[in-house]
């Protein structure tokens, strides 16, 4: 069975929209990635769309965008609503898709478009828009923040119907996250359908394949072979001539040669119906599949989300037996490789704290002083995560990311170096002037304090700009920074009293342990 997709005319399938705003060009938009001023918004309307279709939709977006462009200056609607200026503004459409770029004149105040960008997609009926403010490191929308739920089985209909009801319950879930499904979830997409009469064919010597290569040949060109020239590969194709079809009821009259040399029409060969399809099967493995692409709102974190979405969505609907054995729902996406990320980073950091224990008792040449030191790391962690924290409440929303986690790794080689100050004075001041331990602890403390308090300071005067100050891309080094100087901060503070403290008890249990084994010994 072939299927054909359908419109208006043939031509108008094969057309492509690209409206631009005069002001702009697709060039500036690419630049605007790296500053981050950019919205990109990905449309999906209803199936069966035309180009008069699309180009509503682009006047509907424009009527909305354009005031906001300032004219002789200023933009009244947006020193009125209180948003920032637009500088450009691009659509473009092609087969049943869309997407438009808003380009604001501020980056700093981009995020405040996206509201009213949304404003305005709502009063397109039955759209479903995804509008982001891409990342440097997105490759696509909603790329470096998103959860997809694949649904995988043999039938396509069964697909969708599974689809339509994750589709609405992650909906009533998470109202403001940003939802697609990929592809439709309808089967309105009208398509011309070639079904054909075996017994026909096998009167005139054909086969359903030999059908199938010439219908795909006379109505939009199958490739026949190719050859080299001077170096590039040049494709042949066997095309119909241009003008045969201009209609889809002109389809049954297309004429057939036969391998007996026959001229027979494909009406008479198979059956030609107008029918609804999908846009697109997409297969993830071999199966079919459909996916339900979520993009969480800011203040939820992608890995609450995703745990949101597996126990109320995915979770009652396995436990249900809806699926059966033939079907499966599986998340994957950005969250789940943020959750593979994390786990990785997690035996990271186990094996820098344990490089870092060996390293320090082969220095030490002592197993009992690398764990006092050691003692420093968790009130390092306790900062950072305290950093993180007030980030979220006075300066910006900021997740804990892979980059932000990493912060914790480099903590580990910053903050021991204090304790080892302190550890190490006090050891010198046993050995080499005879203190006993409580007096050679007190003033190890007093000679180290100074040198630990300026390296401190230093540093933490140093990583503040990456935590207070605004900036393109701001976003990815302001959680490295915040775990940094909280954990910095902290465990510079209580190490002046945890480490002295536990060096005591050490010092003292070794004493204690000497003095015992020496009375026992004949």
Same mark, same amino acid.
């Given at each position: 069975?072939?299927? =054909?997709? $359908?419109?208006?005319?043939?031509?108008?399938?094969?057309?492509?929209?690209?409206?631009?705003?005069?002001?702009?060009?697709?060039?500036?938009?690419?630049?605007?990635?790296?500053?981050?001023?950019?919205?990109?918004? =990905?449309?999906?309307?209803?199936?069966?769309?035309?180009?008069?279709?699309?180009?509503?939709?682009?006047?509907?977006?424009?009527?909305?965008?354009?005031?906001?462009?300032?004219?002789?200056?200023?933009?009244?609607?947006?020193?009125?609503?209180?948003?920032?200026?637009?500088?450009?503004?691009?659509?473009?459409?092609?087969?049943?898709?869309?997407?438009?770029?808003?380009?604001?004149?501020?980056?700093?105040?981009?995020?405040?478009?996206?509201?009213?960008?949304?404003?305005?997609?709502?009063?397109?009926?039955?759209?479903?828009?995804?509008?982001?403010?891409?990342?440097?490191?997105?490759?696509?929308?909603?790329?470096?923040?998103?959860?997809?739920?694949?649904?995988?089985?043999?039938?396509?209909?069964?697909?969708?119907?599974?689809?339509?009801?994750?589709?609405?319950?992650?909906?009533?879930?998470?109202?403001?996250?940003?939802?697609?499904?990929?592809?439709?979830?309808?089967?309105?997409?009208?398509?011309?359908?070639?079904?054909?009469?075996?017994?026909?064919? $096998?009167?005139?010597?054909?086969?359903?394949?030999?059908?199938?290569?010439?219908?795909?040949?006379?109505?939009?060109?199958?490739?026949?072979?190719?050859?080299?020239?001077?170096?590039?590969?040049?494709?042949?194709?066997?095309?119909?001539?241009?003008?045969?079809?201009?209609?889809?009821?002109?389809?049954?009259?297309?004429?057939?040669?036969?391998?007996?040399?026959?001229?027979?029409?494909?009406?008479? =060969?198979?059956?030609?119906?107008?029918?609804?399809?999908?846009?697109?099967?997409?297969?993830?493995?071999?199966?079919?599949?459909?996916?339900?692409?979520?993009?969480?709102?800011?203040?939820?974190? =992608?890995?609450?989300?995703?745990? $949101?979405?597996?126990?109320?969505?995915?979770?009652?609907?396995?436990?249900?037996?809806?699926?059966?054995?033939?079907?499966?729902?599986?998340?994957?996406?950005?969250?789940?490789?943020?959750?593979?990320?994390?786990?990785?980073?997690?035996?990271?950091?186990?094996?820098?704290?344990?490089?870092?224990?060996?390293?320090?008792?082969?220095?030490?040449?002592?197993?009992? @002083?690398?764990?006092?030191?050691?003692?420093?790391?968790?009130?390092?962690?306790?900062?950072?995560?305290?950093?993180?924290?007030?980030?979220?409440?006075?300066?910006?929303?900021?997740?804990?990311?892979?980059?932000?986690?990493?912060?914790?790794?480099?903590?580990?080689?910053?903050?021991?170096?204090?304790?080892?100050?302190?550890?190490?004075?006090?050891?010198?001041?046993?050995?080499?002037?005879?203190?006993?331990?409580?007096?050679?602890?007190?003033?190890?403390?007093?000679?180290?304090?100074?040198?630990? @308090?300026?390296?401190?300071?230093?540093?933490?005067?140093?990583?503040?700009?990456?935590?207070?100050?605004?900036?393109?891309?701001?976003?990815? @080094?302001?959680?490295?920074?915040?775990?940094?100087?909280?954990?910095?901060?902290?465990?510079?503070?209580? $190490?002046?009293?945890?480490?002295?403290?536990?060096?005591?008890?050490?010092?003292?249990?070794?004493?204690?342990?000497?003095?015992?084994?020496?009375?026992?010994?004949?």
């Amino acid at each position: 069975m072939v299927h =054909l997709p $359908t419109g208006l005319k043939p031509h108008q399938r094969d057309s492509k929209l690209c409206l631009l705003d005069v002001r702009s060009g697709l060039g500036s938009a690419r630049g605007s990635y790296g500053d981050r001023e950019l919205l990109f918004g =990905l449309l999906l309307p209803p199936p069966g769309y035309n180009l008069e279709e699309f180009n509503e939709i682009a006047r509907t977006i424009e009527e909305g965008v354009l005031p906001l462009i300032s004219h002789d200056g200023e933009s009244e609607v947006a020193r009125q609503l209180n948003l920032p200026e637009v500088k450009n503004l691009f659509y473009v459409a092609f087969g049943q898709m869309a997407f438009f770029g808003v380009i604001s004149a501020d980056q700093e105040r981009t995020p405040e478009l996206l509201p009213y960008v949304y404003g305005i997609l709502g009063k397109i009926p039955g759209m479903i828009g995804i509008v982001q403010q891409p990342s440097l490191f997105e490759t696509g929308v909603g790329a470096g923040r998103s959860i997809d739920i694949e649904i995988k089985g043999p039938d396509l209909e069964r697909l969708i119907m599974l689809g339509r009801q994750i589709f609405g319950q992650v909906m009533q879930l998470m109202p403001s996250a940003q939802m697609r499904p990929i592809p439709s979830l309808d089967l309105g997409n009208p398509e011309m359908r070639v079904i054909p009469n075996r017994d026909r064919l $096998t009167r005139v010597g054909m086969t359903t394949a030999d059908l199938g290569r010439t219908v795909d040949a006379l109505v939009d060109g199958a490739k026949a072979s190719n050859y080299r020239l001077y170096g590039n590969e040049i494709d042949l194709i066997v095309k119909g001539q241009e003008g045969t079809l201009k209609r889809t009821q002109d389809l049954a009259a297309l004429p057939v040669q036969t391998p007996r040399g026959e001229r027979v029409t494909l009406g008479s =060969l198979a059956e030609i119906r107008l029918e609804e399809g999908p846009t697109q099967i997409n297969h993830i493995n071999s199966e079919r599949a459909i996916t339900i692409q979520v993009i969480p709102p800011t203040d939820i974190p =992608l890995e609450t989300a995703m745990a $949101t979405i597996s126990d109320e969505v995915v979770g009652p609907i396995k436990e249900s037996g809806e699926l059966g054995t033939l079907y499966r729902i599986e998340l994957s996406g950005t969250a789940d490789d943020l959750v593979k990320t994390r786990r990785s980073l997690q035996w990271n950091l186990i094996l820098a704290i344990v490089i870092s224990y060996l390293l320090m008792s082969a220095l030490f040449e002592n197993f009992f @002083y690398p764990l006092v030191i050691m003692f420093s790391v968790p009130l390092a962690a306790a900062g950072g995560f305290v950093g993180l924290l007030l980030v979220n409440l006075f300066v910006a929303p900021q997740p804990l990311d892979v980059i932000t986690m990493l912060g914790f790794v480099i903590l580990i080689g910053i903050v021991v170096n204090n304790a080892i100050l302190i550890v190490h004075q006090a050891l010198n001041n046993i050995r080499d002037s005879n203190m006993p331990s409580r007096e050679a602890i007190r003033e190890s403390v007093r000679t180290r304090i100074r040198p630990i @308090y300026m390296s401190s300071i230093t540093s933490v005067f140093g990583m503040l700009p990456l935590v207070l100050f605004p900036g393109a891309g701001s976003e990815f @080094y302001r959680g490295l920074g915040s775990v940094i100087v909280g954990g910095l901060l902290v465990s510079t503070v209580f $190490t002046i009293f945890l480490v002295p403290a536990l060096l005591s008890l050490v010092l003292d249990a070794g004493a204690a342990i000497k003095t015992r084994f020496r009375t026992q010994s004949p």
